[in-house]
């Protein structure tokens, strides 16, 4: 079984960057690939991105498009996610979600517990 | 891009009933659908994928069926650790989207 843990919360003024990492369990990451998936307060579930084992691309929703940026350090089993310029609407829960190689698909068999990220002035 | 429409938003259901989610997508994604459930506070967990097949672990009680652009999850028997918010979830390819999730209560 994967476990995924991820740094604490953030607080963070408008027009700043935020680093959340995502660390997985021991020689974890070689058969995943990574996804961010975030959750504003009373809200649904929101893709943002992530890497596609099956053709090598990452890809991004449109709205993040130039904002984030999800890098993998496999040496240390620790996935990152930035996101610059942020506003008070990207107040959300940030989780990372990997994806077992072997699957067809960006099916998400495993979750980090979540980040806490506010923005305020 | 493939929208994701869940109904209903909320149910409200007794013990022991059987409860049915409805998904619509936009446009047509196969069978590659899955549903989670998250507990309030809590991450998602993954229950369906492939638009019926049950991850390892989960109830049986648990049925995903359909194809195409119509899908559903039924939960037969409901209890009490079923409260939840359930979400489907389009993995077709980039970018994947989510439906806007069905609260159930009890």
């Known amino acids: 079984q994967v476990q995924l843990v991820q740094s604490g919360t953030e607080v963070k003024k408008p027009g700043a960057s935020v680093r959340v990492s995502c660390k997985g369990s021991r020689n974890s990451f070689s058969d995943l690939a990574m996804h961010w998936v975030r959750q504003a307060p009373g809200k649904g579930l929101e893709w943002m991105g992530g890497?596609?084992?099956?053709?090598?691309?990452?890809y991004f929703a449109q709205e993040f498009q130039g904002r984030v940026t999800m890098t993998e350090d496999t040496f240390a089993d620790t996935a990152y996610m930035d996101l610059s310029n942020l506003r008070a609407d990207d107040t959300a829960v940030y989780y990372c979600a990997a994806v077992p190689t072997s699957r067809r698909g960006y099916i998400f068999d495993f979750w980090g517990q979540g980040t806490l990220v506010v923005v305020s002035s | 891009d493939t929208q994701m429409t869940q109904s209903p938003s909320s149910l409200s259901a007794s013990l022991g009933d059987t409860v049915t989610i409805t998904c619509r997508a936009s446009q047509a994604i196969g069978n590659f659908l899955a549903w989670y459930q998250q507990k309030q506070g809590k991450l998602p967990k993954l229950l369906i994928y492939?638009?019926?097949t049950l991850q390892s672990g989960v109830p049986s009680r648990f049925s995903g069926g359909g194809s195409g652009t119509e899908f559903t999850l039924t939960v037969s028997s409901l209890q009490p650790e079923d409260v939840a918010t359930y979400y489907c979830?389009?993995?077709?390819?980039?970018?994947?989207?989510f439906g806007g999730g069905t609260k159930v209560e009890i």
């Open positions: 890497f596609d084992h099956e053709d090598g691309e990452r």
């Open positions: 979830h389009n993995y077709d390819s980039a970018p994947v989207s």
């Open positions: 492939a638009a019926s």
